[in-house]
């Protein structure tokens, strides 16, 4: 079978459907699994191991020319099955135009009728982690499409791989920023995008930074998009340590690979939180004004 999977639109949420993508793998182990996901992703599942082909876009400014552009390219593919992860009418649209037989999705915003098999939303999407929304899913497609139910027994497994020449290469980018590579280097991720007030004030991180430098004598980076290069610039004005500023000098697959290679990232509630545990590494996120019981990054060893 040739199955496309519609994956998320934000870094945090890609990570947490990375339990439900590995679970698709094991019930169509056979099967031709396409990932169709925005641009920035390709940093994120370029060495995963749970699917075949990836297939990226850019985003444009009116929703109606992805859905045009996305649905001519893909319909003549042959795709047997897609499931959909996000909850958007564009994605609903988009599977129905490129004439995808069969079509699973959560029931958001009357976008059901566009499916072939809608699944209405878990009464404790509220109350649990993401991943099982997404795991949730896959779970209503095994037994949809299979007739069996194996997935619910799943224990999630966020783990994203990162191949060595990724690692090598972080490495060398972590010395020619000024990085000791004999001592153990810890990130801070002080930014985020999508919400100001999930920020911990640079003043803190300033003071955090200082006090890792001098008590433990470690390499202190700072990491994230170019959208919070301004508060990382000021984190350092504010340190009196000299840190490495590293916020808006990668992109996400390198950003990926640093995360992958360093001893801990601190961060705010963003993104690279969730990246970091994925690839492996410890993590501290400190939160404010969300809930970190289904928002959080998930680690079933925590």
């Known amino acids: 079978m040739k199955i496309i999977v519609r994956c998320t639109n934000w870094i945090g949420d890609a990570v947490m459907s990375v339990p439900a993508l590995r679970e698709l793998r094991r019930i169509f182990r056979d099967s031709h699994i396409t990932l169709h996901t925005r641009t920035w992703a390709d940093g994120l599942f370029r060495d995963a191991d749970f699917i075949d082909e990836l297939v990226t876009f850019d985003k444009h400014r009116w929703a109606i020319k992805d859905v045009y552009d996305n649905s001519q390219f893909l319909k003549d593919d042959g795709f047997e099955l897609a499931i959909l992860l996000p909850n958007s009418f564009e994605a609903a649209i988009t599977s129905l135009l490129s004439r995808i037989p069969r079509r699973i999705g959560y029931n958001k915003d009357i976008r059901g009728l566009l499916l072939t098999d809608p699944v209405a939303v878990p009464e404790w999407k509220n109350r649990r982690h993401e991943v099982f929304y997404y795991l949730n899913l896959i779970g209503e497609v095994e037994r949809r499409v299979l007739g069996r139910e194996t997935v619910v027994n799943a224990i999630p ?27 153990k280097v810890v990130a801070l991720g002080v930014g985020s995008t999508n919400s100001r007030a999930k920020r911990w004030p640079a003043e803190r991180y300033a003071q955090l930074a200082d006090k890792l430098v001098s008590d433990l004598d470690v390499n202190v980076i700072l990491v994230g998009s ?4 301004d508060i990382a610039a000021k984190v350092v004005d504010l340190s009196s340590k000299p840190l490495i500023n590293m916020s808006g000098k990668t992109d996400l697959g390198e950003a990926v690979g640093v995360l992958s290679v360093v001893d801990l990232l601190i961060s705010n509630d963003m993104g690279l ?15 404010g004004p969300t809930n970190p019981g289904n928002d959080s990054a998930f680690c079933p060893e925590c």
């Open 226 to 229: 170019p959208d919070e290069a």
């Open 157 to 183: 497994n966020t783990a994203i791989n990162v191949s060595e020449k990724r690692k090598n290469t972080a490495r060398e980018m972590l010395s020619a920023a000024g990085a000791d590579v004999s001592k």
């Open 273 to 287: 939180a969730h990246v970091a545990p994925a690839v492996g590494t410890d993590t501290i996120t400190i939160f």
